[in-house]
């Protein structure tokens, strides 16, 4: 068997990196602008349209990488297909999370909805590989 027909290893979990990992340089491409806009090779020089790209572009580096870690992780152990229902929710939530908080600094139902399914995905992805190391699963 050459490489070309061995299997993926995480195939759920590939598919939601490869989206996240455009939608991360979608966020990336729009700062370097913002920066040349506002004079700010560091911070944001006080430009709140740079200070909210800034923002949604750390949100995301913080959460993104460890729910994909939970994910591929219970994938490996058995959870199979069923890694869709942690994937799909968290390309969903990092999409309305960028939008809710791309417009304002302020609350908003979509940066709240964001905000809810990363941290719901690392929860729920934590605990099932918690039950998967314990054997509860």
Same mark, same amino acid.
């Given at each position: 068997?050459? *490489?070309?027909?061995?299997?993926? @290893?995480? @195939?759920?979990?590939?598919?939601?990196?490869?989206?996240?990992? !455009?939608?991360?340089?979608?966020?990336? +491409?729009?700062?370097?602008?913002?920066?040349?806009?506002?004079?700010?090779?560091?911070?944001?020089?006080?430009?709140?349209?740079?200070? %909210?790209? +800034?923002?949604?572009?750390?949100?995301?580096?913080?959460?993104?990488?460890?729910?994909?870690? +939970?994910?591929?992780?219970?994938? *490996?152990?058995?959870? #199979? @297909?069923?890694?869709?229902?942690? #994937?799909?929710?968290?390309? !969903?939530?990092?999409?309305?999370?960028?939008?809710?908080?791309?417009?304002?600094? $302020?609350?908003?139902?979509? %940066?709240?909805? #964001?905000?809810?399914?990363?941290?719901?995905?690392? *929860?729920? #992805? $934590?605990?099932?590989?918690?039950?998967?190391?314990?054997?509860?699963?």
């Amino acid at each position: 068997m050459d *490489a070309m027909d061995a299997a993926i @290893p995480f @195939p759920v979990t590939a598919l939601y990196a490869g989206l996240l990992a !455009i939608l991360f340089v979608i966020l990336s +491409v729009r700062i370097p602008p913002l920066r040349y806009k506002a004079k700010a090779g560091i911070g944001d020089g006080g430009d709140p349209t740079l200070a %909210r790209a +800034v923002r949604v572009h750390a949100n995301f580096a913080e959460h993104v990488p460890l729910a994909l870690i +939970v994910m591929a992780l219970a994938e *490996a152990n058995g959870l #199979g @297909p069923w890694t869709h229902l942690l #994937g799909a929710p968290l390309v !969903i939530g990092r999409i309305a999370h960028a939008q809710g908080l791309g417009r304002s600094t $302020g609350p908003s139902a979509l %940066r709240a909805v #964001g905000m809810g399914t990363a941290w719901g995905v690392i *929860a729920i #992805g $934590g605990l099932i590989c918690l039950a998967q190391s314990l054997r509860l699963i």
